[in-house]
């Protein structure tokens, strides 16, 4: 059993609008998952929710525009040093508007356990990329 991560020590997912950097597989935890995603200026995720998932993000790098609702109405600047709580089953994405790459922590809590349907990262890559249309074979993964 692991009890010390690395966040120099990931695995690389390459999506069409972001970098998400694995730091701890859901697989080797009870509720938790943690990495760091990496947006380029322009790139944003797709307006998103997680109905059995609380999120805490850690600015690390960079200035980005949290949107948070339906239609993403409600609108906050982020930066460096700044925690985002985002409730289970409350529509978000972080819109890297500025011109230098934004990069956050992202640890996920599953409500009660972790998710049966997706009991580790690569099955829920799969789930993300059948949701958006996306094909899990050309999502870059690398050590």
């Known amino acids: 059993?692991?009890?010390?991560?690395?966040?120099?020590?990931?695995?690389?997912?390459?999506?069409?609008?972001?970098?998400?950097?694995?730091?701890l597989d859901r697989s080797e935890s009870t509720v938790t998952?943690?990495?760091?995603?990496?947006?380029?200026?322009?790139?944003?995720?797709p307006l998103h929710k997680h109905p059995d998932t609380e999120q805490v993000f850690?600015?690390?790098e960079g200035e980005a525009e949290l949107r948070i609702g339906p239609g993403a109405a409600e609108r906050f600047r982020v930066k460096p040093g700044d925690v985002v709580r985002i409730p289970p089953d409350?529509?978000?994405?972080?819109?890297?508007?500025?011109?230098?790459?934004?990069?956050?922590?992202?640890?996920?809590?599953?409500?009660?356990?972790?998710?049966?349907?997706?009991p580790t990262w690569d099955d829920h890559v799969r789930g993300v990329c059948a949701a958006q249309g996306w094909d899990f074979a050309s999502i870059k993964r690398q050590k």
Do not use: C, K
């Open 1 to 23: 059993m692991r009890y010390v991560f690395s966040i120099t020590d990931t695995v690389r997912y390459r999506f069409p609008t972001h970098v998400n950097e694995l730091v």
């Open 33 to 45: 998952e943690v990495f760091i995603v990496v947006l380029e200026p322009g790139e944003a995720p």
């Open 90 to 118: 409350t529509w978000h994405m972080i819109d890297n508007d500025g011109r230098v790459p934004v990069r956050y922590v992202s640890i996920d809590a599953f409500l009660g356990a972790r998710p049966t349907d997706e």
């Open 58 to 60: 850690y600015i690390l």
